[in-house]
């Protein structure tokens, strides 16, 4: 076991404590990463809060984690000592369900062990990456390309993965028309991807503040969904949309953007049920899909891609060393006041 500092949940309604909490040691198979930086994830703050589901105490929050390997296993060949690393939303799968045996790790049937406020195998309880170090089995470990600006890289490897993989899966790129639902921590890196798979993007939002923004990205146009006249520009021809927002939509509304055979994916997670109509969807043949996260080959791929067309994640970069100030991004980010995402220098932990 090491001893490492970490920032600490200890009950749904607590503010962080920084304290010292131990880490397994490195077995064969492990690679043990030194953090430099952790995303803030809204899904931090749902499960730390247990607005999903009873969350497991004391909890260390945090699946965007970016940092270098200091040691690894006498059975590891995929790092060495020096290499840039990342672990994203899961640190290990069954290996043996259909799902795994196609490198869908993310949809193992058995039940993912998740980076944090979740358990091993063996039922030890997980804790995540708002620490300065982790140790983790190699496979599930990532290489973070040095292209990418390694505070940059943290959301990457949740909300980028969690974009690119249906941008991938439902075929982005030249001549799909693409709408992004929503330009947060999510969407602005889906419309970043979206671009440069070679799309026509265009982004939907309750106004259009960000405009301006999502030009900058490389958007076609940015239109109101509280606006009559984006239906009737967009109406029947999108390819597919991605609802990247956590919001009550009009399922109906959206419906009537796509083609014969458009899809809306979910990637968000609406705290309420969200319905629709059957006309909605059957005269045009359309489908409502959702879609979580991705495996690790898929996300060494997404890191790769990302690496190739200069991708990073839109930040502000988030001083630990006063724990109220983490207090304080998480309430901004619940107030989605941030452009786009807070990462914490996990240096200052």
Not at 194 to 218: I, N, P
Not at 263 to 289: T, Y
Request: proline share 4%; charged share 20%; net charge negative.
């Amino acid at each position: 076991m090491t001893t490492t500092r970490a920032l600490i949940a200890k009950t749904p309604t607590s503010a962080f404590s920084k304290e010292n909490i131990e880490r397994r040691a490195v077995g064969p198979e492990d690679v043990r990463i030194e953090i430099a930086f952790s995303g803030i994830c809204h899904s931090d703050i749902h499960q730390a809060r247990n607005e999903w589901f009873d969350g497991i105490f004391p909890m260390v929050p945090g699946h965007e984690i970016a940092g270098h390997v200091v040691e690894v296993g006498n059975r590891v060949t995929k790092f060495k000592v020096g290499d840039r690393a990342g672990v994203g939303t899961f640190v290990d799968s069954c290996n043996e369900c259909e799902p795994c045996q196609a490198g869908q790790e993310n949809y193992c049937l058995k039940g993912n062990v998740q980076t944090y406020n979740g358990r091993e195998y063996d039922g030890t309880p997980t804790m995540g990456g708002y620490s300065r170090e982790v140790v983790v089995k190699a496979k599930y470990a990532l290489h973070i390309p040095e292209a990418i600006d390694l505070a940059e890289s943290a959301p990457l490897l949740c909300a980028g993965i969690t974009v690119y993989s249906p941008l991938a899966h439902w075929g982005a790129g030249p001549g799909k028309k693409v709408a992004i639902l929503g330009m947060g921590g999510l969407g602005h890196i889906a419309v970043k991807m979206a671009v440069a798979m070679g799309a026509e993007v265009y982004v939907l939002g309750h106004s259009t503040s960000k405009r301006e923004e999502a030009l900058g990205y490389g958007a076609k146009d940015y239109l109101s969904i509280g606006d009559e006249k984006t239906f009737e520009i967009l109406g029947g021809k999108l390819d597919f949309i991605v609802n990247a927002t956590s919001a009550n939509i009009d399922v109906n509304q959206l419906l009537s953007l796509l083609k014969v055979d458009g899809s809306l994916v979910f990637v968000g997670l609406p705290p309420e049920q969200q319905s629709f109509g059957a006309f909605s969807i059957v005269p045009q043949r359309r489908s409502i899909a959702g879609s979580n996260t991705g495996g690790i080959e898929e996300t060494q791929a997404m890191l790769d891609f990302c690496a190739k067309h200069g991708i990073g994640s839109s930040i502000e970069l988030v001083d630990a060393t006063n724990v109220a100030d983490i207090d304080k991004a998480w309430d901004r980010v619940v107030a989605s006041d941030v452009r786009y995402r807070f990462v914490i220098d996990a240096s200052t932990i």
